[in-house]
């Protein structure tokens, strides 16, 4: 495994509560991410960060904001949830020198009910 | 149109099969290339990671990639049941964000 931790791995809420999911690594890679999972579109990217209190929009940001204060945690906040966020979130972490790849958690199953 | 294109299957083959996945893509930027697989309920596992075009070999699986006709290929020898698992393919312009195709199930029955 990468050294990825991805906490809660299942939570259950209703519409518009706020919701924060934490990623940890212990590899000190410099870059994270995070990525929605949902059936007939893939993996699609939210968020990601460069550095501590370095971040950027992805692909599908609307609805969600990320903070990275220490280079091990990485979180994705939605701020008041809705039930077209029921998916299930992957965190992921990479080494920028020599373009490494992507290594991803083990993801956290949301359902907003 | 999707930037990367990936059949979502289900494929089902025989023990011992040799297993063709593909993706096409739009986007002539992309210079990497990655082929994760992913068990259920788990996160993406990285198997192959290629730069630009021609062949990779890791044990039973190959992956291709012709960037003049933007299409990738991962080959899986000799399948077994353990190779049951979604496969995805993945790209990257240097910009570090990756593009996915949204994952071809595969079914190895014994």
């Known amino acids: 495994d990468a050294g990825i931790t991805q906490s809660p791995r299942h939570k259950v809420t209703e519409t518009g509560t706020p919701v924060t999911l934490r990623c940890h690594q212990t590899e000190n890679h410099r870059y994270m991410y995070w990525y929605r999972q949902d059936p007939g579109h893939g993996l699609r990217l939210i968020h990601y960060?460069?550095?501590?209190?370095?971040?950027d929009k992805g692909e599908v940001s609307d609805g969600y904001s990320v903070s990275r204060s220490k280079t091990e945690d990485f979180l994705l906040t939605l701020e008041s949830a809705t039930s077209s966020q029921t998916s299930v979130y992957f965190c992921a972490i990479s080494d920028p020198g020599g373009n490494q790849p992507q290594h991803f958690g083990d993801g956290t199953r949301l359902s907003i009910l | 149109q999707k930037e990367v294109e990936q059949d979502p299957g289900p494929l089902s083959v025989p023990e011992g099969a040799i297993v063709s996945l593909n993706c096409t893509y739009s986007n002539s930027a992309f210079q990497y290339f990655m082929w994760y697989r992913q068990y259920s309920r788990k996160g993406p596992e990285l198997l192959m990671y290629?730069?630009?075009?021609g062949n990779k070999e890791d044990g039973r699986f190959t992956a291709q990639v012709d960037k003049s006709s933007k299409y990738i290929s991962l080959f899986i020898r000799d399948s077994q049941p353990s190779d049951s698992a979604t496969y995805l393919c993945?790209?990257?312009?240097?910009?570090?964000?990756?593009?996915f195709g949204q994952g071809t199930e595969l079914s190895v029955k014994p």
């Open positions: 960060s460069y550095g501590v209190k370095d971040t």
């Open positions: 993945a790209m990257d312009n240097q910009g570090g964000k990756l593009i």
């Open positions: 290629t730069y630009s075009s």
